[in-house]
């Protein structure tokens, strides 16, 4: 099971306006458990600005916004399923929008751990039933198994 994750960093079903207040509650449950610096929720919005996130996967959407290394005090992916999906900008093509259902934050503490944390993640999400139980995680345990790999996939 992975250490980045942590189950008082999971949250399922979050219903909220747009993406901004996305950002700013899983930025903000990284800051409160101390694994951040105060400076990560400015850099996570303006890094999504320049080079958004948004995954365009085959069902279900996913982002995974992120911050340069040096506003992260230890690593951890801050994660959170949607009731109803907000608008991120597309990876690769920042003129698209996608509608986005599951966001994962991640705080690392450099670059290549941030790239092979993206690239594995980008391929567990290629799985569109795996997006779609992650999407339907009734509450923040069951969120946080099935993302820490507590789960095995099939």
């Not at 909220?16 to 400015?42: I, K, T, W």
Request: aromatic share 4%; glycine share 6%; net charge negative.
């Amino acid at each position: 099971m992975s250490t980045l994750f942590r189950p008082e960093l999971c949250f399922s079903s979050l219903d909220l306006p747009d993406a901004g207040a996305v950002l700013d509650l899983l930025a903000g449950a990284l800051r409160e458990q101390g694994l951040v610096h105060p400076s990560f929720a400015g850099a996570v919005r303006r890094r999504e600005a320049t080079s958004p996130t948004g995954l365009p996967l085959a069902r279900r959407k996913v982002a995974v916004p992120h911050a340069d290394p040096e506003h992260v005090i230890a690593p951890a992916v801050a994660a959170a399923s949607l009731a109803r999906p907000v608008l991120f900008g597309e990876m690769g093509n920042p003129d698209s929008r996608l509608e986005i259902d599951v966001v994962l934050m991640l705080a690392l503490r450099d670059r290549e751990s941030v790239q092979r944390e993206l690239v594995r993640l980008v391929e567990t999400f290629q799985d569109p039933d795996f997006v779609d139980r992650v999407h339907a995680a009734p509450d923040p345990r069951r969120l946080f198994e099935l993302i820490s790999g507590g789960e095995a996939r099939p």
